[in-house]
């Protein structure tokens, strides 16, 4: 069997290294990562993400230029990257604390905050990772503005969310907007919301651009 991480996503899209026959699987472990595999994957752990025939996805890389825009996505504006640069010790220590990817809780934050801890959304969310007062209370942060203590209870939440949806980061992350109420009510399925469907759809992207980042 062959895996390929995603440290390789870049040699297998633009057609190196890919089988020439039989199919391809993507999964996606709990923390992020994702897996290129020629079998399937065993375990609660991996999601699959799709299932395709090598051939077609040769064919289709030779035509799209599929990583153009993400590419985009992985170079950061100036003044967003400096107050990236600020919080990496903090998200490097609470995603060890939390065993989450430091690339997961980058992502959420770009997409709830740009990185402003002092942000407040029309609905009283609040700081880096936008915690509302009740989800404050529940992982005890007293001060929202904080940036520590808001990374804490927001990684702490994401934490939580992932074993509720037993390691589904798409479901984990529509919780985390809409509340897991509102996944578990539709099913667990993300909820029908075109915020929440959005959002979902903006961190995914924004966890692209940090793997890509890493690859340069």
Known sequence: MKRILFGSILLLLIGI?????GDLYKY?????????TDTPLMG?????EWKRASKELVEKSNKIPVLSGRHKLAVLPKQLSARRARYVPLI????????????????VIRAESGYDPMAISPAGAVGLMQLIPTTAAK?????LHNPAENIRGGANHLRFLLDKFKQNLRLALAGY???????IKYGNQIPPYPETQQYVRKVLQFLWAEHLALTR
Request: proline share 4%.
């Open 92 to 107: 490097k220590r609470f995603a060890k604390r939390f065993k989450l990817r430091p690339e997961l809780i980058h992502a």
């Open 177 to 183: 907007n809409a509340g897991e109420h509102a996944v």
């Open 139 to 143: 992982y005890k942060v007293s001060d």
């Open 44 to 48: 609660d752990n991996f999601q699959l």
């Open 17 to 21: 290294s890919l089988p020439c026959s």
């Open 28 to 36: 996606l472990d709990a923390d992020g990562r994702l897996y290129f």
